[in-house]
């Protein structure tokens, strides 16, 4: 049997809790997994799972060998990417995960970039605005805003993210625009509701960070419905500014309050801990940092008016 195949799929098993997800993961049906895995437990003469028709858990020689199959795995790759990275080879599936908006304005306009250099690297994109567990997604990198709290990640920063005050000039030409911050209370705000405290948006004074509290109209859990918002003319929105690329150019939009410094947040990739970082992983984060270090919008330097 090929141990090491089966090895993986005992992992993504464990993480997962389900023969299904896997199978609908590795496209191939459902009794294979299970299948593999009887055979994985025959051969090593112990069981590893738990089945019942509601649940599936690790048995306490489960939890023993998992730990070894992951070492196993990792070393493999290991060695694999370490003969094919001699001469700067990369190949295989990267999984990524990121928001749908970024995704969208500056990850897939740039892959034809990226296959230029790497022609056998395959992409594998997961887009959702909300954190994922990449260990239980078998995911391989992520795009994260703000602080990474996982402390089991590696995280190598790669940009900026500047929050700017939005809104369209059919709005302002309609409602008014608001002379201070504390006048956001007047209007209709546009909040995403992703994050805590949408309502209360950063202002920067005399080196302090003053929240103002604003009138939200409505509340999006998606970035590019939420900038949909403000280009319709619904209302103000406080949104990075690499969600406006076209900021310069586009002449139905304006930047609000350009005399106060907003709060600027980190952006980083973040990748499961290992002893060898995969090939894959370096290359894309590699081509990431040129490519977002040369836009403006990303590097936190931008002047908008």
């Known amino acids: 049997m090929d141990l090491i195949s089966s090895f993986r799929t005992f992992i993504r098993v464990a993480e997962t809790e389900s023969f299904s997800a896997v199978a609908r993961e590795f496209r191939i049906g459902q009794p294979a997994i299970s299948k593999q895995i009887s055979a994985l437990e025959e051969h090593l003469g112990a069981r590893l799972l738990q089945r019942s028709t509601r649940s599936l858990a690790l048995t306490d020689e489960g939890v023993e060998f998992l730990s070894q199959a992951r070492a196993a795995v990792e070393a493999a790759d290991e060695a694999v990417e370490r003969m094919r990275g001699r001469d700067g080879h990369v190949s295989g599936v990267l999984r990524m995960t990121t928001s749908a908006s970024f995704a969208r304005m500056h990850i897939v306009p740039r892959l034809h970039l990226l296959g230029r250099r790497h022609p056998e690297l395959r992409v594998d994109l997961v887009l959702q605005d909300s954190v994922i567990d990449m260990v239980e997604q078998g995911l391989d990198l992520a795009i994260r805003f703000g602080e990474p709290r996982e402390p089991n990640l590696i995280a190598r920063r ?135 270090s040369i836009d403006p919008t990303m590097t936190g330097g931008v002047g908008l008016v």
């Open 158 to 292: 790669l940009g900026t993210m500047r929050m700017i005050v939005v809104a369209s000039k059919q709005y302002l030409e309609r409602w008014g625009r608001p002379a201070t911050p504390d006048e956001l209370r007047n209007h209709s705000c546009l909040v995403f509701s992703g994050i805590s405290d949408a309502d209360q948006w950063p202002f920067i004074e005399d080196n302090q960070t003053r929240y103002v509290g604003v009138n939200w109209r409505v509340r999006i859990n998606n970035s590019d419905a939420l900038r949909q918002a403000v280009l319709s003319g619904l209302g103000i929105a406080m949104m990075p500014s690499w969600q406006f690329p076209d900021l310069w150019e586009n002449e139905t939009l304006e930047t609000l309050f350009d005399e106060y410094e907003t709060t600027s947040l980190p952006m980083y990739a973040v990748y499961p801990s290992r002893r060898h970082t995969p090939a894959k992983v370096r290359a894309m984060i590699e081509f990431l940092q040129h490519e977002i």
